[in-house]
């Protein structure tokens, strides 16, 4: 059974998954510590991913893929006529910086997808990313969370931009949609509706 939610016309729906999702290669690097403990989140701009990964990784000769944004960077020409074709989306993590992405593809919206890896749902800063692809950088397509996404994440990524919804294999999906309307009327403005309650009701 699919685990993908996408919102199409503002109505949620669990839908099949048309795009190849190409991961990279194990990474070699050790685990990073700090007084004896795991570091749990990377730093943003930080450099995760090797040459050997990139070189090492794997992309479908056909269909639609979603590869990482370290390779679409690095093998951009080779993917070129695929992209040409709509048939390319990014993906990054939330470390990752979008101005490398933007260098990369200065027009975001040539992308038919771009989807934010969450490796813990506690790392925030898929919110932050989601907002500003939307606001800032004007990217208007598909926009997927993918990785430790969660039931109580969903509206508040809905708010923050993202419109399609890669839920964690272990969770139902169809439970999922029901998140969606857990507020009816929020009172902060956000990406789906930039005015805050007191400006869009008169009393």
């Given at each position: ?34 007084a004896?403990?795991?570091v ?12 050997e ?14 590869v ?24 990054l ?9 933007n ?20 790392d ?47 969770r ?25 309650a ?6």
């Amino acid at each position: 059974m699919s685990h993908l939610i996408t919102l199409q016309a503002d109505v949620a729906k669990i839908t099949e998954d048309a795009w190849q999702f190409v991961a990279l290669p194990p990474s070699q690097q050790e685990v990073r510590k700090q007084a004896g403990k795991v570091v749990l989140f990377k730093l943003t701009g930080e450099q995760t991913v090797t040459p050997e990964q990139i070189a090492g990784t794997l992309i479908p000769a056909n269909g639609k893929v979603l590869v990482p944004l370290t390779v679409f960077i690095a093998r951009k020409t080779q993917l070129q006529a695929r992209l040409d074709q709509k048939e390319v989306g990014v993906w990054l993590d939330t470390h990752e910086s979008l101005t490398d992405l933007n260098q990369a593809q200065a027009d975001l919206n040539a992308l038919p997808i771009i989807a934010v890896h969450v490796e813990r749902f506690a790392d925030g800063r898929i919110f932050s990313l989601g907002s500003l692809l939307r606001s800032r950088y004007g990217f208007k397509n598909e926009l997927r969370a993918v990785g430790d996404v969660l039931r109580d994440q969903l509206f508040f990524l809905k708010r923050s931009g993202f419109n399609s919804f890669a839920m964690r294999t272990d969770r139902s999906a169809a439970e999922a949609i029901a998140s969606l309307n857990d507020f009816s009327r929020p009172y902060q403005g956000a990406v789906d509706e930039a005015r805050p309650a007191f400006r869009r009701y008169n009393r």
